[in-house]
């Protein structure tokens, strides 16, 4: 007996290296799938896939809130198949349903007409899950809609696909649940959401979203939202695995340190989002630029600090990251700014940094899921005051939130050099951050938030049948 209990500890030592290495490999083997793509996806197994399959509650959880929905055949409806938020929530429910046993369906609606290998590998990683995938404009999908129990509009856009259905529409809007993520004003479109009034419901990612779409719809279009649902999201268990495992992170910092050529002391600021103007790369830099000014004309003392761009597509070459490449050689920061290309797997980055920048702007976020994500590994959170960042972020208890524009640059600086020059300050607000997620922000919180709407969809939809 006293070898067995004395081996428990090092089979949870191994287990620990084990999972390290894993979410390793899946940065070192990068280039498998490089080849196959226009950029590293610096992808995991599916199960430790934190962009991806992020949310998988267990067919044999006794109290699984999603139990009833076994057997239920579910269609879902994305208007796109891609690496961006939108698709990866869907993917997410399409597994949270599996694992129950529900019959699930796929469909995309925008394809191109050449073969896509960022699709081919999402279909094929749902196809392993037992996901049917089928095409949008078949039949089969058209007789599939009106056999299923539930069908789950994703985006506002995808409210174009619904016209398919002509005569037989009045069947399928009464067990249509539009999942809405979109904060910008071009999605207003009659085209697009002229059947949302008639559906059984809308789910949106955040308060501010939910009242922003009801206010929109109203003065812009002249239409009412339907039944409209919040369901905030939450982290998976194995991204919550790595975020609570000391070894593990200890492991993932050092080997992406050593990667980017930064020491273990220094201080690293990073945004982790795709780069566009919308998520404020560019005046995040220019806030970082700034910070280092002021440190260095009051001579302020600080860990050397650098910040990483995570998000970069090298392939594309876009307009907007050549300006922030240039904006780096112009202030002469090669030595501090690092660009990574776009992942599906952040849990090695939230591991390395110490502090997340989240900075989209305009309207904001319509939740922002790296910020929980974030939040789970002990980090603070310096947000633009907008958008569901604000229902997220406690402004000076789990970090600091400054004014999205130009007009916040200058804020996100001070901000920046807040938490540069005091550790403590640091901790306590990374700390605070963990306890909120493990409050509100977990799988099970999301699981039971979108049973109880589908429980009343179900309900809604079979009372007007």
Request: hydrophobic share 45%.
């Amino acid at each position: 007996m006293a070898k067995q209990s004395g081996s428990r500890p090092w089979m949870a030592f191994q287990n620990r290296w084990v999972l390290a290495a894993l979410a390793l490999f899946s940065i070192s083997t990068a280039v498998v799938f490089v080849s196959k793509t226009a950029f590293d996806s610096c992808s995991t197994p599916a199960e430790l896939s934190s962009g991806l399959v992020r949310a998988t509650v267990r067919v044999g959880d006794v109290n699984n809130p999603l139990e009833f929905m076994r057997s239920k055949l579910v269609l879902l409806v994305s208007h796109e198949l891609s690496l961006s938020g939108g698709p990866l929530l869907l993917m997410e429910l399409a597994f949270l349903l599996r694992a129950v046993g529900a019959n699930v369906v796929w469909i995309t609606i925008q394809k191109p007409a050449e073969v896509d290998d960022v699709i081919y590998n999402l279909e094929h990683r749902m196809l392993a899950r037992g996901v049917l995938v089928m095409p949008a404009k078949d039949q089969k999908a058209v007789d599939t809609s009106l056999k299923a129990d539930l069908v789950v509009l994703n985006t506002a856009v995808a409210g174009k696909w619904l016209d398919i259905f002509k005569d037989d529409i009045p069947r399928v809007l009464p067990k249509v649940l539009w999942w809405i993520h979109e904060m910008r004003g071009h999605y207003f479109k009659v085209e697009y959401v002229k059947h949302l009034p008639f559906v059984a419901g809308a789910m949106i990612d955040s308060h501010v979203t939910a009242e922003y779409w009801k206010n929109r719809t109203r003065e812009r279009l002249g239409i009412k939202m339907p039944e409209t649902y919040v369901v905030l999201l939450g982290n998976s268990r194995e991204l919550m695995a790595i975020a609570e495992d000391d070894i593990a992170k200890k492991v993932l910092r050092e080997h992406i340190r050593e990667s980017l050529g930064v020491r273990s002391g220094d201080l690293l600021f990073a945004i982790i989002n795709s780069v566009s103007r919308g998520k404020g790369q560019d005046l995040f830099l220019s806030a970082f630029s700034e910070s280092l000014k002021v440190i260095e004309e009051k001579k302020i003392q600080v860990p050397a600090m650098h910040a990483v761009v995570v998000g970069s597509d090298m392939a594309a070459q876009t307009k907007f990251e050549t300006e922030l490449r240039n904006f780096v050689t112009e202030k002469k920061l090669h030595d501090r700014v690092h660009f990574i290309n776009k992942t599906l797997n952040v849990a090695p980055y939230l591991a390395t940094i110490d502090v997340l920048v989240q900075n989209s702007q305009a309207r904001g976020e319509f939740f922002g899921r790296i910020t929980i994500e974030a939040m789970a590994f002990q980090l603070p959170v310096l947000g633009t005051s907008a958008g569901g960042t604000t229902e997220i972020v406690v402004d000076g208890t789990t970090g600091y939130l400054h004014p999205a524009g130009k007009e916040g640059v200058r804020d996100l600086a001070k901000n920046i050099i807040k938490v540069a020059t005091d550790t403590q300050t640091r901790q306590t607000l990374g700390r605070n951050g963990y306890k909120r997620v493990k409050e509100m922000f977990l799988e099970h919180h999301m699981a039971q938030r979108i049973a109880a709407v589908l429980q009343d969809v179900l309900r809604k939809s079979r009372s007007m049948h």
